[in-house]
Structures are given as C-alpha cells and as structure tokens.
C-alpha cells in the first residue's frame, strides 16, 4: 500500500504493478537515439515513474514471448507500450492475451507511435491513421479537461521545444474523455490525449515521445504518464457474466 495526494486529499492505494514495453530498436540501431536514450526507452520511462513508488518492470520485442507472458500480463495493472519500427513483428497470441487481459482490467497507456501498434488498433477498431512531419517543431500540448485525475499537477499546457508533428484526421473513434490537445508549430492541431475503456479496462493514448527527441526526460511527460497509470489502474466492478442466464425471481 501506498499513499498518494490528489488536490488537497490524501488517497491509501495498493502498490500499482506496472509493465514498460519498448521494442527497443532505434536505440541498439541509431546513434543518436542510443545517446539520447542510453538505457532505451523503456528504462529512462521506468526510472522516471520510480518516485511515484509503483513496482515496475520493463519488457522488450527481443525477449521471449516479448516478455509478455502470461504470468507476466496477470501480474501487470497497468502496461505502457512503445513501439515504431516492428509493430507486425509482434505475436498476434500476444496482442490477443493482451486483449483479453485489457477486457478482464488491465490499464494500457500507448504512447506516441504505439498508435500502430496491433494491440491499439485491435481495440479501437479503425486504422488509427494519421498525419505526421518530422521538422524539429515546437509543440504545445493543451488541457482541455482540467476536472480528469490524469491532468493533476499539469498547468494550462505543456509546451515541447522539439517533437514529431502528429496532425488531424487522426482515425480514431471518438474519445470518451479528450484531455490535451496539441498545437504544431507548422500549424496544425492533434487529439494528443484520448482515453477510452473497454469492457473493464482503462486505455489511454499520449502523443509525445518520438525517439528523435528528450521527451520522457521531460518531468511534465512523465508526470502525465504517472497520472494516467494511476487512473488506469484504479477499481473497476465485478467481472461481467455472458450468455444464458438463469432468473433471479420466479418468472413461471
């Protein structure tokens, strides 16, 4: 158990188990990303979420059954997934465990190019398509819905010097709860905050986080993804029940 203010109120939470997921390509593959990222993604967001005192641990494309097995996914609350380059070199009986996983509970926080990943689409039904620009452009990421626990902490905006342009249509269905959007400073605007549920799980897509760029080293980014683990992991009801059902009163 741990303790955890929200405002002006105290909150007593079990300890949240968390699973960072990162293909971890670009930083074994490119300089630049591997000097940016030394430990990969998954180990910089890691490290960066340890104050929130979530027990976390991490899991890549090269481990076997990507270190998503089923032990693993049954003991995770809530999954953070990254991924670019091998979004089809994933299992798809992993993508389904994580699917049934997510329908039974477990919060997913998909970030930046995650939004092709098989599981994200799998679960949005759509192509999750998009516009993008790779031009080193500064970025604003907007609240608009200061009342959703995943801005606690969060002033008006979050403003990035340098990110990738993700641009409108987004091919999306339409969020439940939009919380950021983003300006680009070629002009356009992006839904960068979207959050979803399916059945009993908590989805929440977070825009920022192209590997060219210091985004998870950002305390305000991850200050959001530790918000959103928290909202994706908190209670649900009971498991609901399919099929033929006998009366609860006396029907004859």
């Given at each position: 158990?741990?303790?955890?203010?929200?405002?002006?109120?105290?909150?007593?939470?079990?300890?949240?188990?968390?699973?960072?997921?990162?293909?971890?390509?670009?930083?074994?593959?490119?300089?630049?990303?591997?000097?940016?990222?030394?430990?990969?993604i998954?180990?910089?967001?890691?490290?960066?979420?340890?104050?929130?005192?979530?027990?976390?641990?991490?899991?890549?494309?090269?481990?076997?059954?990507?270190?998503l097995?089923?032990e693993?996914?049954?003991?995770?609350?809530?999954?953070?997934?990254?991924?670019?380059?091998?979004?089809?070199?994933?299992?798809?009986?992993?993508?389904?465990?994580?699917?049934?996983?997510?329908?039974?509970?477990?919060?997913?926080?998909?970030?930046?190019?995650?939004h092709?990943s098989?599981?994200?689409?799998?679960?949005?039904?759509?192509?999750?398509?998009?516009k993008?620009?790779?031009?080193?452009e500064?970025?604003?990421?907007?609240?608009?819905?200061?009342?959703?626990?995943?801005?606690?902490?969060?002033?008006?905006?979050?403003?990035l010097?340098?990110?990738?342009?993700?641009?409108?249509?987004?091919?999306?269905?339409?969020?439940?709860?939009?919380?950021?959007?983003?300006?680009?400073?070629?002009?356009?605007?992006?839904?960068?905050?979207?959050?979803?549920?399916?059945r009993?799980?908590?989805?929440?897509?977070?825009?920022p986080?192209?590997?060219?760029?210091?985004?998870?080293?950002?305390?305000?980014?991850?200050?959001?993804?530790?918000?959103?683990?928290?909202?994706?992991a908190?209670?649900h009801?009971?498991?609901?029940?399919?099929?033929?059902?006998?009366?609860?009163?006396?029907?004859?």
């Amino acid at each position: 158990m741990f303790k955890i203010t929200i405002g002006s109120k105290t909150f007593e939470m079990k300890t949240i188990n968390v699973t960072v997921w990162n293909e971890y390509i670009h930083e074994q593959t490119d300089p630049a990303v591997a000097e940016r990222y030394p430990k990969g993604i998954h180990n910089t967001i890691a490290e960066g979420l340890q104050p929130y005192n979530f027990n976390i641990r991490t899991a890549t494309l090269e481990q076997p059954e990507h270190g998503l097995t089923k032990e693993v996914l049954d003991q995770t609350d809530v999954l953070i997934w990254w991924g670019h380059l091998a979004h089809e070199e994933v299992a798809d009986e992993i993508v389904e465990r994580m699917y049934e996983r997510v329908l039974n509970g477990m919060g997913l926080i998909v970030l930046h190019s995650g939004h092709f990943s098989k599981i994200f689409k799998k679960l949005m039904g759509t192509t999750c398509d998009l516009k993008w620009r790779i031009a080193d452009e500064k970025s604003r990421l907007w609240v608009v819905d200061p009342a959703h626990p995943i801005t606690e902490g969060i002033g008006e905006y979050i403003e990035l010097e340098e990110e990738e342009m993700y641009g409108e249509f987004f091919d999306i269905p339409a969020p439940e709860q939009l919380i950021f959007i983003s300006w680009f400073k070629g002009g356009e605007v992006f839904r960068s905050g979207c959050a979803y549920h399916r059945r009993q799980g908590k989805i929440f897509y977070f825009q920022p986080g192209d590997e060219r760029y210091p985004t998870y080293h950002n305390h305000e980014i991850i200050k959001v993804i530790a918000n959103a683990v928290i909202w994706a992991a908190s209670p649900h009801g009971a498991a609901p029940t399919f099929g033929n059902a006998e009366p609860l009163e006396d029907i004859n």
